[in-house]
């Protein structure tokens, strides 16, 4: 299991549930970002790795915590998910 610190998970709007984190791996820091789609009490998930640069843009671009539109998601979807390299994803998965 991840130690705390060496992991941080950040939900940006849990109405359309996406956001950002970092783990380390083999004693390097990985950026992820990771966008969701509500099916009632289920969600697919797709986590995407971004680079530090990309996860620093995100902290600064979008405020701690936010009601977001699914058009909004959507921004956030094709900017920091899609075209990356795929983590992980499925129902309620999530690193």
Not at 68 to 91: C, I, Q, S, W
Request: hydrophobic share 25%.
């Amino acid at each position: 299991m991840n130690n705390k610190k060496d992991y941080n998970f950040r939900l940006i709007s849990n109405q359309v549930r996406f956001g950002c984190g970092y783990r380390t791996v083999d004693g390097k820091r990985q950026y992820f970002a990771w966008h969701g789609y509500p099916n009632r009490n289920d969600d697919y998930i797709t986590t995407s790795e971004i680079s530090e640069a990309e996860y620093d843009e995100i902290n600064k671009k979008y405020p701690k915590e936010i009601i977001a539109d699914r058009e909004t998601a959507e921004r956030f979807r094709n900017k920091y998910v899609d075209g990356h390299p795929v983590l992980l994803e499925g129902m309620n998965r999530l690193l």
